[in-house]
């Protein structure tokens, strides 16, 4: 009687999750779909060399104060399920090139509850997040965040890149799309290899340090503007 009580009970929790995402997702209108996807924030591409579907997400297009974060995360929830749904499983594509903090970060701590908050099933299916021209600032925060999350995230499961042209190892040309500004990270990374170790900063990151953009940090929670 009490495994058949517990197993109810189970059933029954099970059922609300699934009732409460279905509410999450109502709450995200068309409009919004709409603008998330011109926004190309995240889209679901072609397949890697291992036939897992690619995932690719911008973070320079991610300006937090014009968007709900929370209506971000049930987006990107909607984009990984399509993925997750072949049996292979897929991968994420993160482009980190010309993302700054001020602008583009939704917070280390949003990533957090954004991964433990996934379906078990995304998170099982998700195979591998490539990391396109990390920096040492963003290896800080991954490592962070992985701590704090079940699993063993960031040493299973990231794999940085630091240009372009080495994605060539994980996946074919014409499986994915990179805006133009990729291609000059390159070229500016080329012209200046220490950015890529975090023994010197970009302009844009001394001037900030310096207050001289006149941007504050966002805080945690939802932005609107």
């Known amino acids: 009687p009490h495994e058949r009580a517990r197993a109810g009970t189970s059933q029954v929790a099970s059922g609300c999750r699934v009732c409460a995402l279905a509410m999450a997702m109502a709450a995200l209108g068309d409009g919004e ?12 591409q ?12 911008v973070g320079r297009h991610v300006f937090v104060r014009q968007l709900d974060r ?42 957090r509850a954004a991964y433990e908050r996934a379906p078990p099933a995304l998170r ?3 195979r591998m997040v490539y990391v396109l ?15 704090f999350c079940s699993g063993r995230l960031v040493q299973d499961k990231v794999q940085f890149v630091h240009r372009s042209e080495f994605l060539s190892e ?15 990270h390159d070229r500016t990374l080329e012209d200046n290899p220490l950015w890529d170790y975090g023994l010197a900063t970009t302009p844009e990151v001394q001037a900030y340090m310096r207050g001289e953009l006149g941007l504050q940090a966002p805080s945690g929670g939802s932005m609107q503007q």
Not at 80 to 108: C, K, Q, R
Request: proline share 4%; aromatic share 12%.
């Open 33 to 44: 779909r709409e603008d998330f996807r011109k926004q190309g924030i995240i889209a679901v």
């Open 46 to 57: 072609g397949t890697d060399l291992l036939g897992r579907r690619i995932v690719r997400v």
């Open 133 to 147: 021209h990390p920096t040492l600032s963003l290896r800080c925060v991954l490592n962070v965040v992985g701590l």
């Open 70 to 111: 929370e209506h971000l995360r049930q987006f990107v929830l909607e984009e990984l399920t399509a993925a997750a749904e072949e049996p292979e499983g897929y991968v994420i594509l993160y482009v980190h090139s010309e993302f700054t903090w001020a602008e583009n970060s939704v917070g280390p701590w949003w990533l």
């Open 124 to 126: 099982d299916q998700l």
């Open 170 to 184: 994980y996946m074919g040309d014409g499986e994915y799309t990179l805006p133009d500004f990729v291609g000059e």
